[in-house]
């Protein structure tokens, strides 16, 4: 059953790749709008536990506008996956047109400057479509950590279309990727994390919404080690056709403390820039995952949205 599943997946995303980049665009947007509101309409966990995440980021919302975001937030996130599928097919031109991020020269200048720059982003909006703005837009090349995903041949996938869309891509496995993320770093090159979900378990420990979460240090260790600056960035959509986004204020290392304490100092600030905008624009938080340890027992059962 369980290699049933895996090729039914690979299946499915295969037919995203090679079938909705066809389809004419508003046919494309109405497709994502009614596979999310049929999946909200199902209550399933994944929708519950969005949900469930919403409640801290807005948590006076009655359930009824708890209710209205998280069926905003499966149409965000159905919107997320309709253009990653078509962006391979977008031309250089509709790519710069699409994105909008404010203060960008925060990036542009440090890395003409020479020094390296590690951006982390938590998961709002379309990271992708960020991602091939820099690379064709900015011609800005960089390099990314891809999660290993079962089955094999979906994680080959997403390595593929990454790549294809001008991005270097590493599997996450420890000590190997960090090595070759700095070696670009101190080559004075771009390194792009989605840093929100700490996928080691061994993460730092902050203060996120008011609880206790765990957030990668390695954005942190990395400017540490290597000089780079550190750049939060947040990205939203809103009524138009452009996604908008902005970059930060840096996250200086500290003067003073151990590595270990920089990197909690760093990785806190990190966590407060990535609660502002998921705060300003919570329904395009694609948070559909158990992140706060709260919802978690010793046994790994969860606390019931």
């Known amino acids: 059953m369980s290699a049933l599943k895996d090729r039914l997946t690979d299946g499915l995303y295969g037919l995203g790749w090679s079938t909705v980049k066809k ?9 994502g709008r009614r596979i999310a509101d049929t999946a909200w309409k199902r209550r399933g966990a994944s ?19 708890l209710a209205a975001l998280s069926k905003a937030g499966m149409r965000s996130y159905m919107r997320y996956w309709m253009e990653s599928f078509r ?17 960008i020269h925060l990036m542009t200048e440090t890395l003409a400057s020479g020094r390296g720059v590690v951006l982390a982003l938590p998961h709002l909006a379309n990271w992708d479509l960020a991602g091939v703005w820099a690379t064709r837009a900015l011609g800005v090349p960089f ?18 279309y990454r790549e294809s869309l001008g991005m270097e891509v590493v599997p996450h496995t420890g000590g ?12 004075g090159g771009l390194v792009c994390l989605v840093a929100d979900r700490d996928l080691s378990s061994s993460g730092s420990e902050v203060t996120f919404f008011g609880e206790r979460a765990r957030m990668p240090g390695g954005p942190a260790m990395l400017a540490q080690q290597t000089g780079a600056l550190l750049l939060p960035a947040t990205l939203w959509y809103d009524d138009t056709p452009v996604m908008k986004g902005r970059i930060h204020a840096p996250v200086e290392v500290p003067e003073s403390g151990t590595r270990a304490e920089k990197t909690s100092v760093m990785t806190q600030a990190l966590a407060d820039a990535f609660a502002e905008g998921i705060a300003d624009h919570p329904e395009d938080w694609h948070m559909l995952q158990r992140l706060w340890p709260a919802d978690l027992d010793e046994r790994g059962k969860g606390r019931r949205p």
């Open 23 to 31: 389809l004419p665009e508003p046919v494309a947007a109405g497709l």
């Open 47 to 65: 929708v519950l536990r969005l949900e469930a995440n919403l409640a801290r980021v807005v948590p006076d919302a009655t359930p009824e506008r």
């Open 87 to 103: 962006l391979p097919a977008w031309s250089t031109e509709r790519v710069a047109s699409s994105v909008s991020i404010k203060d």
């Open 143 to 160: 390099t990314t950590v891809a999660e290993r995903l079962r089955p094999e041949s979906l994680y080959d996938r997403f390595v593929a």
């Open 176 to 187: 190997a990727a960090f090595g070759t993320l700095a070696r670009r770093l101190r080559a």
